[in-house]
């Protein structure tokens, strides 16, 4: 089956068959815009109707369009914004000759970038794409690198469309067979990296702390060793001959049994900085992640709170971190959970450049079973204050920029559910735009992706707009978080990770849910959050309900701000969430004949898992709650 081709069909450039065009300058992006242009049936003019040329635009990546007597013209600031330029050209349509007017272009983040969790080699467990729904790795095949880039190509051109700028192509847990990318597989990575090129896309890779251990090299991996210092120095011009602009290096140590810095009595700084100086003469970076936290834990120890980790461990190093090291941070202080208040190490490191990590693939939100858009959750992160609402949005400190994990595989339809597309689309647009309306995101989308039928486009919005509350509502509720199988963390299990070593509790009993993180009586993690949300969640009289979970263990009979008790708002969410699912599924039906019968046949398949795996959510979690609360509901639905 020829893959889908996202949001770009050959529809998506009618608007441009026939006209014609000027592409001034000489360098490989221009190339690629005039080949574009060249397959969207254009012709090449003096005096084209479509001009992209050297302008007014200053920063790097920016265009300024101007339209007017029905002619556009784009003025870039350099090759790559001429590039964006186009997709920009292609975005609107035919509305892009309508009207007269200037605006300038120009992305809010200059580091706009997608983490793959790809293995090359198959793993035991996590298989060939680490939480990855949609088959298996664009890049590698069973432990070779593929020969076949074309797929490869097509992904690029796709992330080009819509902003991305730098993709890392291996998992951040780096196995035995993935270190040698550094060394034997480097020419392959290098032929990868040639076709992310052409789209102006840089190519990083995850590396182990430990290489030179791994690799036999050398018999320690101690940051402040001499010889360790050398061998990546030396390992890294080697990487720099074979791709001359090579992103750099992207590193998951002491977490969750990745080796790092720990072993030997330096600090994420040493080991960050020890990096970075290999990188620094070629421009180069390191992005250090801050998931951080002991995944050993006595469940018995209510003092020690994974939420807490991250910032214990990485802001007493702010300053000390090299200029081209970026501490990549996910967005709530646990683990891409669909409700996680916004992570205060994000806010908590002034002189460090801070980047955002997101998750488009859905590990905790339906695995690309379920239609869940995941672009309101992401523009409600992006806008938090977290200094109150005189302050700035979170998404203008991001020195650091966005990365995200990426939720593509070999599947024909890129995503698994063909309505995932959507968040890999939103990803791009936010992290150019992070201001954009979530809504209006799916308006450029839906008839990218699926044409102009009215009735589409209504019904894709009507199962997308309210798709992350909704599944929010039928699974852990008001913030507890997890609940799900350990391990695959597929669908519903709520003590399955109770009494283990890995901090995800609820603390459930016959009294009460929930986690009491207040200052004054649980684990502090209140406190690491500046006014005015440090008081926001210490107390139960202001903590939004959404949260009240994770910051407070508190009765089930406790009174929401709704007015409704906590036990009955969890019956209630998830009966709710249930028959939002059900009406999503009969949107869904009523599309029949109106898009690719292959696509509604994929999504057909996917709403009823979803419909499926809701009710078995529902039952789970309303049992639960009814026999260890012995508080019945108000509707008489469930039993015990």
């Not at 690309?368 to 609402?389: C, D, K, N």
């Not at 139960?540 to 949260?547: K, N």
């Not at 409704?564 to 599309?591: C, N, P």
Request: with cysteine; glycine share 10%; hydrophobic share 40%.
């Amino acid at each position: 089956m020829t893959p889908h081709p996202l949001w770009l069909p050959a529809a998506a450039t009618a608007h441009l068959r026939g006209r014609s065009i000027r592409v001034e300058g000489e360098h490989p992006l221009l190339q690629t815009v005039r080949a574009e242009a060249t397959a969207a049936g254009m012709h090449p003019a003096e005096d084209g109707d479509v001009v992209i040329r050297p302008g007014a635009a200053s920063t790097p990546d920016s265009f300024v369009l101007a339209v007017g007597d029905g002619n556009v013209t784009a003025e870039y600031a350099d090759a790559a914004g001429a590039l964006y330029a186009w997709f920009e050209i292609v975005r609107q349509g035919a509305a892009v000759f309508a009207g007269a007017g200037r605006r300038t272009c120009a992305p809010a983040h200059a580091l706009r970038m997608i983490d793959h969790w790809d293995n090359v080699a198959v793993h035991p467990v996590m298989g060939q794409v680490e939480r990855g729904y949609a088959g298996v790795s664009l890049f590698f095949d069973d432990g070779l690198l593929r020969e076949d880039l074309s797929r490869v190509d097509r992904y690029a051109r796709a992330l080009a469309s819509i902003g991305i700028n730098r993709i890392a192509v291996n998992n951040v847990n780096v196995h035995e067979r993935e270190v040698h990318l550094l060394t034997d597989d480097l020419p392959g990575i290098a032929r990868i990296a040639a076709v992310f090129r052409r789209w102006g896309i840089r190519l990083h890779l995850s590396v182990s702390f430990a290489t030179p251990l791994m690799l036999g090299d050398l018999d320690t991996a101690d940051p402040l060793d001499d010889r360790v210092q050398e061998w990546w120095r030396a390992t890294t011009t080697r990487v720099y001959e074979q791709i001359p602009d090579f992103g750099g290096y992207l590193v998951k140590a002491d977490s969750e049994g990745q080796p790092g810095p720990f072993a030997y009595g330096r600090d994420h700084a040493d080991g960050a900085n020890m990096l970075a100086r290999a990188l620094a003469s070629h421009d180069g970076l390191v992005h250090w992640r801050a998931f951080v936290y002991n995944h050993r834990q006595d469940w018995r120890d209510r003092t020690t709170d994974r939420a807490r980790a991250a910032f214990d461990h990485f802001t007493p190093l702010d300053g000390r971190f090299d200029d081209n090291v970026i501490v990549q941070i996910k967005y709530g202080p646990m683990d891409f959970q669909a409700r996680e208040p916004v992570s205060p190490v994000l806010f908590g490191m002034p002189h460090t450049r801070l980047g955002l990590e997101l998750q488009i693939t859905q590990e905790y939100t339906g695995q690309q079973r379920h239609a869940v858009y995941l672009g309101p959750q992401w523009a409600e992160i992006l806008s938090f204050r977290p200094h109150g609402q005189t302050g700035s949005a979170l998404a203008e400190g991001l020195g650091g920029g966005m990365a995200a994990v990426a939720n593509v595989g070999d599947d024909p339809f890129w995503t698994g559910h063909p309505l995932a597309q959507a968040n890999l689309y939103a990803y791009g647009r936010l992290a150019w735009n992070p201001r954009l309306d979530p809504a209006a995101i799916l308006d450029e989308w839906v008839p990218l992706t699926f044409g102009d039928d009215p009735i589409v486009r209504s019904g894709i919005h009507a199962i997308l707009d309210g798709s992350w509350a909704a599944y929010e509502a039928y699974t852990a509720p008001l913030g507890v978080g997890f609940m799900v199988t350990p391990g695959t963390h597929d669908g519903p299990s709520v003590d399955g990770y109770e009494y283990s070593p890995w901090g995800t509790y609820h603390f459930a009993d016959r009294d009460g849910v929930g986690v009491d993180r207040t200052a004054a009586t649980g684990t502090g993690f209140a406190a690491q959050y500046p006014e005015p949300w440090r008081s926001t969640y210490e107390t139960l009289e202001t903590v939004p309900d959404e949260l009240l979970l994770f910051f407070h263990h508190v009765p089930y009979t406790h009174r929401l701000h709704s007015g409704k008790t906590v036990i009955q708002h969890i019956y209630d969410s998830h009966f709710d969430g249930v028959e939002r699912v059900r009406q999503a599924m009969q949107t869904w039906e009523g599309l029949a004949g109106r898009i690719d019968p292959a696509v509604f046949e994929r999504g057909r398949e996917r709403f009823a898992a979803q419909l499926q795996s809701a009710i078995e959510w529902r039952d789970q979690i309303t049992t639960y709650f009814a026999r260890m609360s012995g508080v019945p509901d108000d509707q008489g639905r469930t039993y015990r």
